[in-house]
């Protein structure tokens, strides 16, 4: 059943927390199990009958725009206001106040969820105010804006990443909201402005009726490394059966558990593949090689013979060597990662690095985009250049 409710997705983020990985995509097109994260939002809105969506967009906008067209393709029609500079949550939905004139829906362009917008709208509906929150009980409350609600969930304080000594409440904001036109007359025009930190203190100032939906289910913000990998993880995790799709050739090779595998894809004699994971078109994953769970390697990638790969991304048009060992990290597009290279957990390889045969990735070590790293290196930390 379609709904006569626009969504407005926030995807004009740098998302500077995500780099090296966002130099070269903006965080709104990170592959996300085969497919950009904003691709999985629209797609979520759609099949609850939201058809109309308007995406908020700054940060490497072309790429966003020529992904998506006019959004036929997702079963949406999509609008892309035009943002000379980045205006904020609140400022970039004011700048898109053409399109707002009824209720409206507010979801950030990097949240992965199951919480249902429909529920929200009807809580909404029902409580009669001109704002509604999504919120759910968080372990650590000074990460968001909390909540208080009175008997009715009507909000009582909200408060923005609360010092300790300010905690009262483990009620976080999600940043799912549904909204009245008549929240637009609280932003100003053509400045920066955020919906926690300025229009959700002034409309409390102003006696307006905001309340709190109780929201439960999974829900993340990618905008961490390792909060991205917990949302490819939980898609991941919905994959059912042993999914061999496409005209995939598989020769004597080991699959176990839902996998997913694309198009032109050879996986060679000897490889062992644990699901869940997903697979793009044209890869080649070589003899005796190993792919396990929570991995997925997007297309054209190339895997050498004996390499492993466990709980890690790996974007398109990369290649890695015989013998390398992949572990709960991710490398972006067009890398060259050498024979015998063992990059461990949390660790980032930015687009078309070339890293040499037997370097080794220490932990939490990230190399920013175009880098050559030396055959036989230790790396510690960041290399930016």
């Known amino acids: 059943m379609m709904v006569d409710v626009k969504v407005v997705v926030l995807a004009g983020g740098y998302g500077t927390r995500l780099r090296p990985l966002t130099y070269t995509k903006p965080k709104a097109m990170l592959p996300l199990a085969g497919k950009p994260v904003l691709q999985s939002i629209i797609e979520s ?38 943002e000379e500079k980045p205006f904020g949550t609140a400022g970039s939905v004011k700048n898109s106040e053409k399109y707002l004139n009824e209720t409206f829906a507010v979801i950030q362009g990097d949240n992965i969820t199951e919480i249902k917008f429909r529920h929200i709208l009807n809580f909404h509906r029902e409580m009669g105010g001109v704002a509604t929150i999504a919120l759910l009980p968080v372990e650590r409350p000074h990460q968001f804006g909390i909540a208080q609600l009175d008997l009715d969930n009507r909000i009582l304080r909200f408060k923005e990443k609360p010092r300790q000594e300010e905690f009262f409440s483990d009620l976080a904001s999600i940043g799912l909201y549904i909204l009245e036109p008549e929240v637009l007359d609280y932003i100003p025009s053509g400045v920066e402005y955020d919906f926690a930190k300025d229009v959700f203190p002034k409309l409390m100032d102003s006696s307006e009726k905001i309340y709190g939906y109780r929201a439960s289910g999974f829900w ?11 949302a490819v993880r939980w898609v991941l995790s919905k994959l059912g059966g042993e999914n061999l799709v496409g005209n995939a050739e598989v020769n004597e090779a080991s699959i176990r558990g839902p996998v997913g595998i694309g198009e032109g894809t050879r996986i060679e004699r000897g490889a062992e593949i644990s699901g869940p994971v997903v697979i793009g078109d044209d890869c080649l994953i070589g003899r005796n090689s190993r792919v396990a769970a929570n991995s997925v390697l997007g297309s054209s990638v190339r895997i050498g013979e004996g390499a492993r790969v466990a709980d890690s991304l790996i974007y398109e048009e990369t290649q890695m060597g ?36 037997s370097v080794r990735l220490n932990e939490g070590s990230r190399i920013w985009p175009k880098i ?5 290196s230790v790396v510690q930390g960041f290399v930016k250049h």
Request: with cysteine; glycine share 12%.
């Open 45 to 82: 809105v759609a099949s609850e009958g939201f058809n109309d969506v308007v995406v908020t967009t700054n940060y490497f906008r072309e790429k966003i725009i020529e992904y998506f067209g006019d959004g036929s393709d997702f079963g949406v029609r999509l609008d892309f206001p035009e």
């Open 220 to 230: 993340v913000d990618i905008g961490v490394p390792e909060n991205y990998m917990r």
């Open 322 to 357: 015989g013998g390398s060992y992949l572990n709960h990290c991710i490398v972006a597009e067009k890398c060259k990662i050498g024979s015998d290279v063992k990059i461990d957990e949390m660790s980032i390889v930015g687009a078309g690095c070339e890293i040499g045969n």
């Open 372 to 376: 050559k790293i030396a055959a036989n």
